[in-house]
């Protein structure tokens, strides 16, 4: 890149209720230690009925412009990774536009599962370089738990509610800002991750309910062999396209999907664990929301500093996979 895109807020909101894997022990066959040793979750947020995604991305878009002090008519451009959107049309982030009082912005949904904030990531980006836009927010929102099963203790232990948003400017400095990003997918992982019905292919009916197609399926197993290679291996390879190691890392932040899959990361990446950053206890796997969630709670924490360099990594449905590289543009809120 030639002129450099930095981070210039970021934001996050989580519903208030909290599903502990007791409460899942009561609904389903399961245990908080399966769910524990299995997964590294303990609890996830979930979101209040008659909300929906646009609304917990529009609050993260309100927190957002409090912490930069901007109004939100200053948004040139809203994107919103969902997998879970309002509705099909129209996009989630329309309705984001209209409920955070951005009228200025245009917007619109990208559908890339748990690789759905780094690819729009990606995007806003080349709007900010080709300078046409100077203020694009990236969000990242997913109400999983309206797309669980809850009878299927294959899905339900894993997914939560969340959004985070990044507010993306010109970087005044060089030095700081986005270095790069990597994406791939690999379409023939489609059958392992994906709602069945619902689409094109097979539209709402009586049967498509009865077999419970319009809920997450998940082949775990798949999944999880192709993640634990894919999620590490791209956030080596990004690091080394510019000659850095692990050493050099302030802060890798990988999609929170099981803390086995992040541990195979921090083993390729040779870095130790207050390198990294994990909150999946908490919130377990929210998508599209994972990365920028624990971003901001990285950022809240006085975690990182400017100038450090941090690695984002994910992978998802898709197949989808890709990382970012960055040198971090914000002064840390917490005094020392
Ligand atoms: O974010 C998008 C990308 N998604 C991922 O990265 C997820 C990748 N996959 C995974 O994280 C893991 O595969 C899971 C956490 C989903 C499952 O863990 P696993 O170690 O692969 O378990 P498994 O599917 O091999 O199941 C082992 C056993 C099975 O029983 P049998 O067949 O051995 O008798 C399952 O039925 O564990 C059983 N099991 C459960 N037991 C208690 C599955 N879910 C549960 C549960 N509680 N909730």
Same mark, same amino acid.
């Given at each position: 890149?030639?002129?450099?895109?930095?981070?210039?807020?970021?934001?996050?909101?989580?519903?208030?209720?909290?599903?502990?894997?007791?409460?899942?022990?009561?609904?389903?066959?399961?245990?908080?230690?399966?769910?524990?040793? =299995?997964?590294?979750?303990?609890? =996830?947020?979930?979101?209040?009925?008659?909300?929906?995604?646009?609304?917990?991305?529009?609050?993260?878009?309100?927190?957002?412009?409090?912490?930069?002090?901007?109004?939100?008519?200053?948004?040139?451009?809203?994107?919103?990774?969902?997998?879970?959107?309002?509705?099909?049309?129209?996009?989630?982030?329309?309705?984001?536009?209209?409920?955070?009082?951005?009228?200025?912005?245009?917007?619109?949904?990208?559908?890339?599962?748990?690789?759905?904030?780094?690819?729009?990531?990606?995007?806003?980006?080349?709007?900010?370089?080709?300078?046409?836009?100077?203020?694009?927010?990236?969000?990242?929102?997913?109400?999983?738990?309206?797309?669980?099963?809850?009878?299927?203790?294959?899905?339900?232990?894993?997914?939560?509610?969340?959004?985070?948003?990044?507010?993306?400017?010109?970087?005044?400095?060089?030095?700081?800002?986005?270095?790069?990003?990597?994406?791939?997918?690999?379409?023939?992982?489609?059958?392992?991750?994906?709602?069945?019905?619902?689409?094109?292919?097979?539209?709402?009916?009586?049967?498509?309910?009865?077999?419970?197609?319009?809920?997450?399926?998940?082949?775990?197993?798949?999944?999880?062999?192709?993640?634990?290679?894919?999620?590490?291996?791209?956030?080596?390879?990004?690091?080394?396209?510019?000659?850095?190691?692990?050493?050099?890392?302030?802060?890798?932040?990988?999609?929170?999907?099981?803390?086995? &899959?992040?541990?195979?990361?921090?083993?390729?990446?040779?870095?130790?664990?207050?390198?990294?950053?994990?909150?999946?206890?908490?919130?377990?796997?929210?998508?599209?929301?994972? &990365?920028?969630?624990?971003?901001?709670?990285?950022?809240?924490?006085?975690?990182?500093?400017?100038?450090?360099?941090?690695?984002?990594?994910?992978?998802?449905?898709?197949?989808?996979?890709?990382?970012?590289?960055?040198?971090?543009?914000?002064?840390?809120?917490?005094?020392?």
């Amino acid at each position: 890149m030639n002129k450099k895109v930095v981070i210039s807020a970021v934001s996050h909101y989580v519903p208030d209720k909290v599903l502990t894997n007791f409460d899942l022990e009561k609904m389903v066959d399961t245990t908080d230690e399966w769910i524990r040793t =299995r997964t590294g979750i303990k609890e =996830r947020r979930i979101l209040e009925p008659g909300k929906a995604t646009s609304d917990m991305a529009a609050e993260a878009v309100k927190n957002l412009c409090k912490q930069r002090n901007i109004d939100p008519m200053e948004i040139d451009l809203i994107i919103v990774a969902t997998v879970t959107p309002d509705m099909f049309f129209p996009s989630t982030a329309n309705l984001v536009q209209e409920k955070a009082g951005a009228k200025n912005a245009w917007s619109f949904d990208i559908a890339a599962a748990c690789s759905g904030f780094i690819f729009s990531l990606s995007t806003g980006a080349q709007f900010i370089k080709a300078g046409t836009h100077k203020k694009v927010v990236v969000i990242g929102s997913d109400k999983m738990s309206s797309i669980v099963n809850y009878h299927d203790r294959n899905t339900c232990v894993l997914f939560g509610d969340a959004a985070g948003a990044v507010l993306l400017e010109p970087s005044e400095d060089d030095e700081l800002g986005i270095i790069d990003f990597l994406h791939f997918v690999d379409g023939s992982g489609a059958e392992f991750l994906r709602m069945k019905a619902g689409g094109s292919l097979n539209p709402a009916s009586r049967e498509t309910l009865a077999n419970d197609w319009h809920f997450i399926y998940q082949d775990g197993k798949q999944v999880f062999k192709f993640a634990v290679k894919k999620m590490a291996e791209v956030a080596v390879d990004i690091l080394k396209k510019h000659n850095y190691t692990g050493d050099d890392l302030k802060l890798f932040i990988p999609h929170q999907a099981n803390l086995r &899959i992040i541990d195979g990361a921090v083993k390729r990446l040779g870095i130790n664990y207050d390198q990294v950053m994990i909150n999946i206890e908490k919130y377990g796997n929210t998508t599209a929301a994972t &990365i920028p969630l624990a971003l901001s709670e990285a950022y809240q924490q006085g975690k990182l500093d400017k100038g450090d360099l941090v690695v984002l990594a994910t992978f998802g449905g898709g197949f989808t996979w890709g990382s970012a590289l960055l040198k971090w543009g914000l002064d840390n809120p917490v005094k020392k």
